[in-house]
């Protein structure tokens, strides 16, 4: 049975066309370090490295301090920079991407890495001619889970929501998808365990991208 998809797959990177390589822990000890630093998160507190950047920004619209922004970014461009080192694309990612636009179906990316090392990793790896829009941490400054990026996308591709299926790896994937209204598949072996991923109560998960070419067929999980 052939799958019939949306107008647009939208998808994430880390973890889900490539493998998961950022030194997460040691970026958001870091940036919750350099948070504390500057008197903008108590100490002792801290979070996700997403809830932190989205921190920064709200203190910043509140406050007009950017120096949260600033310091943010360069610890995570280093990160990203780390990690473009050793990103490879996952199994079947290539040939996923190139079945699906064969289809005629838009394609699309979100992702909380920055431009200069998703742009340089979507060229390296081959990734970026099957991908109709990419939308980077500096395009939209709210980071995953807000839905920001996933409604910029959709703008720029001309869809609707409910157009839209978003393919991730992550916890904050199924948030940000759940925030934006759109229905989302999980890859597994990203970032986050296979029973964490089952308790949040994706649309699908499945075990390697290849399960996306026959959704909603096959490859949900019972």
């Not at 390589?21 to 002792?44: K, S, V, Y």
């Not at 920079?81 to 079947?92: C, E, F, I, N, S």
């Not at 929501?161 to 989302?184: H, M, P, Q, T």
């Not at 072996?189 to 991208?209: C, S, V, Y």
Request: with cysteine.
């Amino acid at each position: 049975m052939t799958a019939v998809y949306p107008k647009a797959l939208i998808f994430d990177f880390e973890g889900t066309l490539v493998d998961f390589q950022w030194r997460l822990a040691e970026a958001e000890a870091e940036g919750t370090a350099a948070l504390a630093n500057l008197g903008m998160i108590p100490e002792g507190q801290g979070g996700s490295y997403a809830d932190l950047m989205n921190w920064a920004w709200r203190h910043q619209e509140n406050f007009g301090r950017s120096e949260g922004v600033t310091a943010l970014s360069g610890i995570y461009d280093r990160y990203d920079a780390d990690a473009l080192t050793r990103w490879q694309v996952r199994d079947g990612a290539l040939e996923t991407l190139k079945e699906i636009k064969s289809r005629g179906v838009i394609t699309g990316l979100v992702s909380n890495v920055g431009a200069v090392s998703l742009l340089n990793a979507l060229e390296r790896l081959g990734l970026g001619p099957f991908l109709d829009a990419a939308i980077s941490r500096n395009d939209s400054r709210w980071l995953k889970p807000h839905p920001a990026g996933l409604q910029l996308v959709c703008r720029r591709l001309g869809c609707q929501a409910e157009e839209v299926w978003y393919v991730g790896d992550s916890l904050d994937d199924i948030k940000a998808a759940r925030n934006a209204g759109v229905l989302v598949a999980v890859v597994q072996g990203g970032q986050n365990r296979l029973a964490e991923i089952r308790e949040a109560k994706p649309d699908w998960i499945m075990a390697g991208l290849p399960d996306l070419l026959n959704l909603p067929a096959s490859g949900q999980e019972p």
